[in-house]
């Protein structure tokens, strides 16, 4: 056997240096890192390094990284079961809460179908309407802001509270005893209280600060339709016989807005006729007012009329004669025959 002259240099290994098990991901990359440093210090063929002994770990063989990873993929499970379990619980409602509106919509569709093929049950109850009496309206009124009545409505309330609902037999006991209203039914004096009720309030509504503004246009309006109402009236008393016709059909709509003002520093009341008016109604208006302003006892009470602005913004009725329609309208101004009234002549008198 020939044997080889010894060669320090191929027979000297460099010592590895002992490393302790890494503690950490940390720990471990820097061993790495020493080994790799090692190996490339080496010189000739390759050498066999033998890896390091696995680290010390617990006693179900995991490591505390791998340990750590573990508890937080199995965290990450439950919650994904929990959410799966919750939703699945979500579904389940959902399909039978569709399950009975489709159950719902299945009955509404058999009902619907019967009333097409045999009609209603019964005639249609009709809506009772509420009580035209200025005289009960205003007995209601002073019965209720009487000194002596201790029961009134509170506006904070609706009509069917305890406390309201109180006032209201309080008041129709009182007045169903009067002998002015013994003949009457209670439905209507209860209708009156009813109707009074809302007055309270719808007045109490417009005194609040943030309606208050809608009290003063509610008001503004009212007074301005008043207005419109009284010249009506008191044209009409001064028609000449050759005028009925063509005046016949007219309503306070036709009239000019009164609203007050001044101009040029005298005050009285702004004149704004309607702009959709036609321009033979505006004379026969004018004529109508120069005989009423003929006679002292109409002036002296009244305001003084200020013709000046423009015309009033006011939309024209929606119902109106049709016939008539062609003499009080401009032409361009007629209102829609969809909002002809079919019994506009029994609804409009001259």
């Known amino acids: 056997m020939l044997l080889l002259p010894d060669d320090p240099e ?15 991901a940390k720990d471990k990359a820097h061993s790495e890192i020493r080994i790799s440093n090692v190996v490339s210090t080496m010189n000739g063929g390759p050498l066999n390094v033998t890896s390091p002994s696995p680290p010390l770990s617990d006693g179900d063989g995991l490591a505390p990284t791998d340990r750590i990873l573990m508890d937080a993929i199995n ?4 919650q994904i079961t929990a959410l799966q379990r919750e939703m699945n619980q979500k579904l389940d409602e959902l399909t039978q809460t569709a399950a009975a509106s489709q159950a719902l919509l ?91 009720y809302a007055t309270v309030r719808r007045n109490f509504c417009y005194g609040q600060p943030e309606f208050e503004h809608l009290g003063t246009v509610r008001k503004s309006s009212a007074r301005t339709r008043q207005r419109r109402k009284r010249l009506l009236v008191a044209r009409q008393s001064v028609l000449v016989p050759d005028e009925v016709e063509f005046w016949s059909g007219i309503t306070i709509d036709m009239m000019s807005d009164e609203e007050d003002g001044t ?36 002036t002296v009470m009244r305001h003084r009329r200020l013709y000046t602005g423009a015309d009033s913004d006011r939309l024209p009725p929606k119902s109106y004669n049709h016939e008539n329609a062609k003499n009080h309208f401009k032409p361009e101004r007629l209102p829609p025959k969809s909002y002809y009234h079919e019994n506009a002549n029994n609804h409009f008198k001259p």
């Open 75 to 78: 965290g990450v499970s439950r």
């Open 10 to 24: 191929r027979d000297s290994i460099p010592q590895i240096p002992d490393m302790d098990p890494p503690s950490d």
């Open 106 to 196: 299945v009955s509404m569709d058999e009902r619907l179908t019967a009333l097409e093929r045999y009609g209603p049950s019964g005639p249609e109850p009709k809506r009772k309407r509420r009580a035209q009496c200025p005289k009960l309206a205003e007995s209601v009124r002073r019965l209720h802001n009487s000194k002596t009545n201790c029961k009134r409505y509170d506006p904070e309330e609706s009509i069917s509270s305890r406390h309201n609902e109180a006032v209201t037999t309080h008041l129709v006991d009182t007045l169903a005893g009067n002998p002015d209203w013994r003949r009457l039914g209670t439905d209507l004096i209860v209708s009156a209280c009813k109707t009074y």
């Open 263 to 298: 101009s040029e520093g005298v005050f009285g009341w702004i004149v704004r006729p309607p702009s959709f008016r036609s321009q033979e109604l505006s004379d026969l208006c004018a004529r109508l007012q120069t005989r009423l302003e003929a006679d002292p006892k109409y």
